[in-house]
């Protein structure tokens, strides 16, 4: 099976802009999550979707927001970008988003915010 | 909330040492426990993981973590380093509690390999 892809790879912005990602999971999973990794916060979750439906939110702004589509693919969208949203975004699938399962990740998107 | 702990942001080991990567959770919940590795410019691959049954848990690599739950740690260990294990590890935690998956992650410890 195709693993969990991210496009773009690479995106340079300028503050703000607005900027899409998109995810397209493992074929067959159904629950999406997205992460952000920076080196001053490491790893923090943003949120989850399930069916089209958003099932956990992380604790950030209202900036940054999901959807997710009937092919279980998730886009996130983050407006107003400011310096501090530059880091690694992470996209990680799993069958049904269960605690115990394990999520698989893309290789990230990278956003420069100039 | 969960919280993760990893001591040490860098570690660093001879190549055949010993590798031994620390975490600590705090939870009155034992959570489920993960070991997730990323190389540059990668996403995270999972190693291993701890949901229920046995609490020593081996992984890929030769990897293995032992769960305790009196002591709240879910340490990494593998006999002999390879020069190949340098890279990023994380521990992860997610919630017996809650539904769907969310992921806790530590602050990560960077391991080198030296030849």
């Known amino acids: 099976k195709a693993g969990v892809t991210q496009t773009p790879r690479y995106l340079i912005k300028t503050r703000g802009q607005q900027v899409t990602l998109s995810c397209s999971p493992i074929?067959?999973?159904?629950?999406v999550s997205w992460y952000q990794q920076t080196p001053g916060q490491g790893l923090q979750f943003l949120f989850e979707y399930f069916s089209e439906t958003q099932r956990n939110k992380g604790n950030f702004p209202g900036r940054f927001s999901g959807r997710q589509f009937s092919n279980s693919r998730s886009e996130m969208n983050v407006s107003t970008l400011e310096l501090g949203d530059s880091a690694l975004y992470l996209c990680?699938?799993?069958?049904?988003?269960?605690?115990?399962?394990?999520?698989?990740f893309g290789p990230g998107t990278r956003l420069l915010v100039l | 909330a969960q919280s993760v702990t990893q001591l040490g942001s860098h570690v660093s080991v001879s190549e055949g040492a010993l590798v031994l990567l620390r975490c600590n959770y705090s939870?009155?919940?034992?959570?489920?426990l993960f070991w997730y590795v990323q190389y540059p410019n990668q996403g995270l691959q999972l190693l291993l993981k701890y949901t229920t049954g046995a609490t020593l848990v081996k992984g890929i690599n030769g990897f293995e973590a032992e769960f305790k739950k009196s002591e709240t740690s879910f340490h990494l260990t593998k006999p002999s380093a390879h020069m190949s294990d340098a890279a990023e590890y994380f521990c992860a935690v997610s919630d017996r509690e809650t539904s769907g998956s969310r992921l806790t992650f530590g602050e990560g410890t960077q391991l080198t390999v030296n030849p």
């Open positions: 990680a699938s799993s069958a049904l988003g269960g605690i115990q399962e394990t999520q698989y």
């Open positions: 939870s009155s919940v034992p959570p489920y």
């Open positions: 074929s067959g999973h159904r629950s």
